[in-house]
């Protein structure tokens, strides 16, 4: 089974960025799609960016597009998401999570899931 450990989170200033790292362990994590969701108190967890296993195909929730970049270095076993211009809006718990179908948006979709870790942006 895959384990999956976020990392790169903290406390920035709006317009800054931060940039997180998604490691996975018992592998096959390459055999997987693997998407970024984010979880503000009191709302539902919304689907942020998605990656297919080789990382030539990537999506994106418009809240974020242009702003936020997935990526993945195979080698590794690490999926990245970069956020810059940081806005309170994008305060929230990220968790990566991998699954068998690339371009799913519902958490429904993903069957392994990180601990996340906590964005907070400041204004």
């Known amino acids: 089974q895959v384990q999956l450990v976020e990392s790169g989170g903290g406390l920035v200033q709006a317009g800054g960025s931060l940039r997180l790292s998604c490691a996975a362990s018992?592998?096959?994590?390459?055999?997987?799609?693997v998407g970024w969701f984010r979880q503000a108190p009191g709302k539902e967890r919304e689907f942020v960016a998605g990656?297919?296993?080789?990382?030539?195909?990537?999506d994106y929730a418009d809240s974020v597009k242009g702003r936020f970049t997935i990526s993945r270095d195979i080698a590794k076993n690490t999926v990245y998401l970069q956020m810059n211009s940081l806005k309170p809006d994008d305060t929230a718990v990220y968790y990566c999570?991998?699954?068998?179908?690339?371009?799913?948006?519902?958490?429904?979709?993903?069957?392994?899931w990180g601990q996340g870790t906590q964005v907070t942006v400041s204004s």
């Open positions: 018992r592998l096959p994590f390459n055999n997987y799609a």
């Open positions: 999570a991998a699954g068998l179908e690339f371009g799913r948006r519902d958490v429904s979709g993903y069957g392994h």
């Open positions: 990656i297919n296993w080789i990382g030539t195909n990537t």
